[in-house]
């Protein structure tokens, strides 16, 4: 079993920055593979960073490139997502999850942090 517990949202005005933390206990041996999702009231999880830990190569969808960045502290077992210039449309609740591999898909993750809330005023 691998544990996520995620930290770092708040509520910030347009424009400015966060860092999310997600530190992670348990087998950690077993995931090769970490990212952060977010979710909307009514909506499905949308993967916005990952990360492969054995090589620390990031990944992002086009929507996010440029702001969003994925970053990992092994020695922490700790992965952050720093979020910058950020947009109303950033509002929601921030996932942080861990596998043996690297997917868009949410539903194919195994482990999963409790969330962490990002609110953004214009």
């Known amino acids: 079993q691998v544990q996520l517990v995620e930290s770092g949202g708040g509520s910030v005005q347009a424009g400015g920055s966060l860092r999310l933390s997600c530190v992670a206990s348990?087998?950690?041996?077993?995931?090769?593979?970490m990212g952060w999702f977010r979710q909307t009231p009514g909506k499905g999880r949308e993967g916005v960073a990952l990360?492969?830990?054995?090589?620390?190569?990031?990944s992002y969808p086009n929507s996010v490139k440029g702001r969003f960045t994925i970053s990992q502290e092994i020695a922490k077992n700790t992965v952050y997502l720093q979020i910058d210039s950020l947009k109303p449309e950033d509002t929601a609740t921030y996932y942080c999850?861990?596998?043996?591999?690297?997917?868009?898909?949410?539903?194919?993750?195994?482990?999963w942090g409790q969330g962490t809330q990002v609110t953004v005023s214009s």
């Open positions: 999850a861990a596998d043996r591999y690297c997917t868009w898909s949410a539903s194919l993750w195994s482990y």
């Open positions: 348990g087998y950690t041996s077993n995931y090769l593979c």
């Open positions: 990360i492969r830990t054995a090589s620390g190569e990031a």
